[in-house]
């Protein structure tokens, strides 16, 4: 069952067109046009501003379920541990606002950017972590626990503003950009699938009991909670990172994902979310 629905999907994808290849290198400016287009075309019931919403953006069914389990949502203890945490002054004295300002609802918005001095893509989870050590803290784990509580209460604070990455014109910045697109189109793993194969060519088909989503908007809502992740923790906490859900994502095509925070993922992620800008954020959210 597994392998099969995997053939057709191997077979489907090499067959598609490559939105993102062309051997002219495309601007940024233009490569989100045909990004957004492209899905603008392929899901003509979806508005533009519901691609923020994953599989529940372009299947009703799912959307409903969704719908309901919004009402009491799972992941609001976690933003709830997030500022809690926030609050919290570190052994020095000092907190998380004198890195990240005291306007918490700035900060979702201000990330992933290019750092023009340290010449890297910083994103949230990082700059939380470097707060944390420039301030004699110790680092918290990447993928889950505190770290993603913080990140989902900075989310959740910053709903509602629109994502607006910005690829600088600088060439260490474009070759950053144009790393996390190569990322984003290049075949991996055993199954040797792209994640523009699942997420662009057969997005809105089913893989097993999955719904593929449109890769457009879809690192708006990180951290999410997964009930599949709650399910795996002893405590029930089933809050993960964007990249834990890109690590995530690779070992599904049998690839050895990449550590969070790498320079890969961090430029996947600046590629990524720059698609989908115009969207608004909406962090923290549930998924399936
Ligand atoms: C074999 C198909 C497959 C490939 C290849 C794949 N994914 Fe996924 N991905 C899934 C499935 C299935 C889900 C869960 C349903 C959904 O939201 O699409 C998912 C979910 C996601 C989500 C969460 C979306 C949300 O709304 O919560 C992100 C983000 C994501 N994938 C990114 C990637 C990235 C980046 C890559 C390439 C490194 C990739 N995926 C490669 C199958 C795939």
Same mark, same amino acid.
């Given at each position: ?21 062309? =051997? ?16 603008? /075309?392929?899901?003509?019931? %979806? ?16 959307? !409903?379920?969704?719908?309901?389990? #919004? ?13 809690? #945490? ?8 000092? *907190? ?5 300002? #005291? ?13 023009? /001095?340290?010449?890297?893509?910083? %994103? @949230? ?7 944390? =050590? ?11 626990? =505190? ?12 709903? *509602?503003? /629109? ?20 990322? +984003? ?19 809105? !088909?089913?893989?097993?009991? $999955? ?25 029930? $906490? ?13 070992? !599904? ?14 430029? @996947?992620? +600046? ?18």
């Amino acid at each position: 069952m597994k392998s099969r629905s995997m053939n057709i999907l191997i077979g489907l994808g090499t067959a598609a067109l490559m939105l993102g290849s062309a =051997t002219v290198q495309a601007s940024p400016a233009e490569d989100l046009k045909a990004f957004q287009a492209y899905f603008a /075309k392929k899901f003509p019931d %979806t508005q533009f501003a519901d691609f923020n919403n994953g599989v529940y953006s372009i299947n009703e069914s799912f959307r !409903q379920q969704w719908e309901s389990i #919004e009402e009491f949502p799972p992941y609001e203890t976690f933003v709830e541990k997030g500022e809690e #945490e926030w609050n919290k002054p570190f052994a020095n004295g000092k *907190g998380y606002a004198s890195c990240f300002g #005291e306007d918490v609802a700035a900060v979702r918005g201000f990330y992933p950017h290019w750092d023009v /001095k340290r010449e890297q893509v910083v %994103t @949230l989870e990082g700059e939380i972590n470097r707060c944390r =050590t420039e301030n004699g803290e110790k680092a918290l784990k990447w993928k889950v626990g =505190t770290l993603a509580h913080l990140s989902a209460y900075i989310s959740y604070e910053g709903r *509602g503003q /629109k994502i607006n990455v910005v690829i600088p014109d600088d060439p260490k910045a474009m070759a950053a950009y144009e790393d996390g697109k190569r990322f +984003f189109y290049a075949k991996r793993g055993q199954l040797n699938l792209a994640c523009a194969d699942c997420h662009v060519y057969q997005s809105g !088909q089913h893989i097993r009991a $999955d719904l593929l989503s449109p890769a457009i908007g879809q690192t708006s809502g990180f951290p999410v909670f997964r009930a599949k992740w709650s399910g795996k923790s002893k405590s029930g $906490d089933g809050m993960g990172t964007l990249h834990r859900r890109y690590g995530g994502c690779n070992k !599904q095509v049998r690839a050895k994902p990449f550590k969070p925070q790498s320079e890969q993922y961090r430029n @996947l992620e +600046f590629f990524h979310t720059y698609m989908g800008n115009g969207l608004e954020w909406n962090g923290a959210s549930y998924r399936k």
